[in-house]
């Protein structure tokens, strides 16, 4: 037995017959209701909604948001029960969001959108046509309506043959640029003709002189205000989103320390369902914890209304398309995304503390600190002068291999991405950073890149060009593409050891075996031991090197490590009776 304020889950309404649903929906509060409603998929929301004695109320209380969403999804033509009850607020923001691409206003949509409100009931219809913007109407009608309008000093015999076929009032004659047009607005106008001549005179009045081009500037501008109130500003002032932080602005945050009763207050699971834009997707993880020390409800609603106007504006300033819901999504997963950084880090990972932190800042702020750290980091990336870089970014892919180059890649794009194969092996996905081991992930690839290009073309000198030509031209290699960050360095440091020519680091058989036998005899005859000794001296020869060159030399044992690790095997291959060298990739080696 339900109670009033204990509803059924969105699946069980779904697995109901409509007299259950419709059983079940009349004993509940209607709060208990709309939170009922809103578990329920888009797509079949609006037949439960119909279920319940208080369906207009139901789909009035909706958000804008979800309202278009849910139409959207189940299509307009099959959601007229809902359009028919929309409030004149949720109904204008279907048409300004539905019906502009960027700057222009579609006609192909608002003929769409009057086809339905053609079956939608006369006081609708009436509703539309008193409180819509006589900018809107007017620049809407004039793209399918040319009116002649008979003057009172005419003489009607003399022009009847010249009018259009079609009047309302006998003094105003319309001619529409289609049937169809025809037929879906003609029904329209004699609506408001006969409820409201004084409105149907202004349309007219408004079509027949009117400038289109000016009517639709300011029905832009109407437009603009009221989108920029759910988060859709204009683009100038989107893409401050992305604007340097002031010293002061990076002082405000500070690692926050949650008093005792904070810290014993027991975690609750995330009430935010950020309905509208995730929809079955995940939040960050350090923000879904992050949420989980609110108590209050009203708190995490505010909360939620807030995001997602922040993702609108990023939407804005990444030129995603608002009607696209893929869009939408990747806007909110970016949002959030920048926020749980900034909880994360000025928290010191500390989800209680991030709880405090998020009291007391507009997610719009936590967001640019987020969008500050990955802008920082590709900036850096982008200001690095690489020998070997994007002028033909294959090359640039070929020569450090993955994870490195698409990790430089992704930070070079216009809107910086996360290459997932950083912390996920075999994944090769880029997507928008959301976490603390993202930006240290990622900038540890930075350092790597950086401190390779450092050493093999500043510190030994090394030139590409001549490389390609002796390579190719010994017969080492057959593409220049075959040039590998990890041969060439690795080759570089046996080189060295070996006291060879540095120049053009290029080894044959016996200076591998040489090479072999010094490890083995350096550790007496322990040639893993050797190997060691040999990686622990490269890296200090190399941090020399790198200091005057870089501030940071923690990576290069990393590096250097990871480039060393296929030459074990190589080296392998020399106790054979006849190794076959002519396939190694670990470093380059003249064919006998």
Not at 94 to 105: P, S, T
Not at 180 to 195: F, G, N
Not at 419 to 430: A, D, H, K, Q, R
């Amino acid at each position: 037995m339900l109670d009033r304020n204990n509803g059924p889950t969105g699946t069980e309404l779904l697995a109901m017959t409509g007299p259950e649903a419709e059983q079940a929906l009349s004993v509940l509060s209607f709060e208990t209701q709309l939170a009922c409603i809103l578990q329920v998929p888009w797509k079949e929301r609006m037949s439960v909604i119909m279920q319940s004695p208080a369906a207009r109320e139901l789909v009035q209380a909706l958000p804008a948001e979800e309202v278009f969403w849910m139409i959207k999804q189940r299509g307009i033509e099959d959601s007229l029960p809902v359009i028919a009850r929309t409030t004149h607020e949720q109904f204008q923001y279907l048409i300004d969001i539905d019906c502009w691409h960027r700057e222009q206003l579609v006609p192909d949509a608002c003929l769409a959108w009057y086809r339905v409100l053609g079956r939608c009931n006369q006081a609708k219809v009436l509703e539309w046509f008193e409180q819509a913007d006589d900018c809107l109407l007017v620049s809407a009608f004039k793209q399918f309506l040319h009116v002649h309008k008979i003057e009172e000093e005419s003489d009607i015999s003399e022009e009847y043959d010249a009018m259009p076929p079609c009047t309302i009032d006998g003094i105003n004659y319309l001619r529409f640029s289609s049937e169809d047009a025809q037929l879906l607005l003609l029904p329209l106008l004699q609506v408001l003709h006969s409820h409201d001549v004084g409105r149907f005179q202004s349309l007219i009045e408004g079509i027949i002189w009117d400038s289109r081009v000016e009517a639709e500037d300011e029905a832009l501008h109407w437009r603009q205000n009221r989108t920029a109130e759910k988060g859709f500003p204009t683009f100038d002032e989107a893409i401050g989103l992305y604007g340097p932080l002031s010293e002061q602005e990076l002082q405000q945050f500070e690692p926050e320390l949650p008093d005792v009763m904070q810290r014993t207050s027991a975690h609750r699971p995330s009430g935010l369902r950020v309905r509208y834009a995730v929809a079955g997707d995940r939040l960050p993880a350090f923000l879904h914890a992050t949420l989980g020390f609110h108590e209050d409800s009203l708190r995490l609603d505010e909360f939620e209304q807030l995001l997602v106007t922040t993702a609108n504006k990023v939407m804005v300033a990444d030129c995603m398309e608002v009607r696209d819901l893929d869009d939408v999504r990747r806007a909110l997963r970016k949002t959030s995304g920048c926020i749980s950084i900034a909880l994360e880090r000025f928290s010191s990972g500390d989800p209680a503390a991030a709880a405090t932190l998020l009291a007391r800042h507009h997610p719009q702020q936590l967001f640019r600190y987020g969008a500050h750290m990955v802008g920082a980091l590709a900036a850096r990336m982008r200001r690095h002068p690489g020998r070997i870089w994007t002028g033909t970014a294959s090359r640039f892919t070929c020569f450090y291999g993955s994870p490195l180059a698409d990790a430089g890649l992704g930070l070079v794009r216009s809107r910086p991405l996360f290459y997932e194969g950083l912390v996920s092996p075999g994944s090769s996905l880029y997507r928008d950073f959301e976490s603390c081991a993202d930006i240290d992930a990622a900038a540890s690839a930075v350092d790597r890149l950086i401190a390779a290009d450092c050493l093999l073309f500043e510190c030994a000198g090394l030139d590409f060009t001549v490389l390609e030509a002796a390579y190719v031209n010994s017969g080492t290699i057959s593409d220049p593409a075959e040039i590998t960050m990890p041969a060439l360095l690795s080759t570089l440091l046996i080189a060295h050891t070996l006291e060879l020519d540095a120049r053009v680091p290029l080894l044959s058989s016996d200076d591998l075996r040489m090479f072999a036998e010094r490890m083995s005899n350096s550790a007496r005859a322990d040639m893993a031991a050797g190997f060691e000794l040999f990686f622990r001296q490269a890296c200090t020869w190399a941090r020399e090197k790198l200091a005057p060159l870089t501030g940071d030399t923690g990576v290069v044992e990393e590096l250097i490590r990871d480039c060393l690790a296929p030459v074990a095997d190589v080296l392998a291959l020399l106790s054979s009776s006849s190794p076959d060298l002519r396939h190694v990739s670990a470093v380059f080696v003249k064919p006998v």
